[in-house]
């Protein structure tokens, strides 16, 4: 909005009317909320008609209004704060996880001299878990049966032999897991194995960084080995 100059002899307080006051000390918007309020409900009671005048209900109501107005801003404030210490803690805690190897949802599987790891997770308790490993062109190569296991996250060492008594070359490989309990389907998750190599924070939350698995949030991590 234009300022008026004061150019024609005019009062200072009707030009400081016309302009606006100018805030000459910072106030937080729970005391901006607050003054603005009291103004209103001032200006309201000199302008009322003195033959029918606002009654106790309607200013103790106005007043509630204020409180709860208040109050939401304050615990606003409040959440926020909570929330910064809150990403600040998990940030450290992830930090601490750089170079730790973690187990989280997917079906691939590296094989590196002879060696890899992976994971299952059951939903609930099993009879028979069937895991199949398959090589790049899909074929099955090798399988592991797992007998009465309890609800729960688990690591799984394969040593490279595939079925055919030979040891698999080293590479990328994918796995698939079955569980059944008395004929019936348990839910079951395969669980690739990554190590963490950074992390890193952004508008949606800090994410941890596992080549191989991408950029991981805390709840898609299973287990850290």
Known sequence: MA???????????????????????????????????MTLLVTQMKNQDPLNPMDNAQMTS??????????????????QSLMGSYQASQTLQATSMIGHGVLAPGDSLQLVEGQALMGIELEGPADKVDVTIRDA?????HSITLE???????PLAW????????????GAYTFEVKATTG???????????????????????????????????????????
């Open 3 to 37: 300022t008026i100059q004061n150019t024609s002899g005019v009062s200072e307080s009707l030009m400081t009317s016309m302009n606006g006051a100018k805030s000459t000390k910072g106030t937080d918007t729970v005391t901006e909320a607050q003054d603005r309020f």
């Open 159 to 170: 040593d490279g032999k595939i079925d055919e008594n030979t040891t698999a070359k080293d």
């Open 183 to 225: 004929g019936e389907t348990v839910k079951s998750t395969a669980l690739s194995f990554g190590q963490v190599a950074s992390v890193s924070t952004n508008s949606q939350g800090i994410k941890v960084n596992v080549p191989g698995l991408g950029a991981l949030n805390f709840a898609d991590i299973r287990q850290i080995l």
């Open 148 to 154: 009465k296991q309890p609800a729960g996250t688990y």
């Open 137 to 141: 062109n899909g074929k099955a190569v």
């Open 62 to 79: 106005q007043l509630a209004q204020l409180s709860t107005v208040s109050g939401i801003e304050k615990m606003n404030v409040a959440l």
